[in-house]
């Protein structure tokens, strides 16, 4: 009870602060050998300002707990995204990663993100969503169901900067290919639940 009213007292200071550099809180659920040098590394931040976050003094965590991520200003504002992409950015979510974890989510709405702020791909979310041969749903129409909340959620999440993938710009599921795939010639970062995500 004391260390959940910690966190929500660390939730409310980092809200009412007024850091200029961050925007939101995602969450993250400590796996076996993570440690809090691993964890702010891979989502761009201080261990410093990842103890500050969660009220911690030491750097002793275990698996299972629930780490508070201070997330960071994204390249593409928030204000920026009309209705339409957001609701596009959570459509693509809810067809490519339904049935994922929350930060499995956040990560397929970030690979949009870095791939606007890359000359390889188009510069909007609608470009990169129907971009030619790039995602199944789009393919065979499922990226037209309704999305879920929990996808606006982590659409919103990600545009306001936590890319759990570190720089992503492409996903797959190994488990749904068929043979030989040229994906696997993509340097791999990072797996989040079923899908494998690399740059």
Known sequence: MKKAMLIIGATLLMLSSGAASVQAIAHHQIQGGESLYWIALRNRITVYELKQANGLKGDLIYPGERLLIPVQKSKVSPTAIDTRDLTLLARLITAEA???PFE???????VILNRIHDARFPDSITGNVFKPLQFESVSNGL??????????HAAQV???????TG?????F???KLNGPSWVWTRTIVDRIGNHVFAI
């Open 98 to 100: 339904g049935g994922e």
């Open 104 to 110: 499995g989510k956040v990560a397929v709405a970030s």
């Open 143 to 152: 990226i037209w169901a309704e999305p879920v909340a929990d996808s606006y």
């Open 158 to 164: 990600a545009l306001r900067g936590w890319d759990p």
């Open 167 to 171: 720089g992503a710009k492409f996903f």
């Open 173 to 175: 599921n190994p488990a």
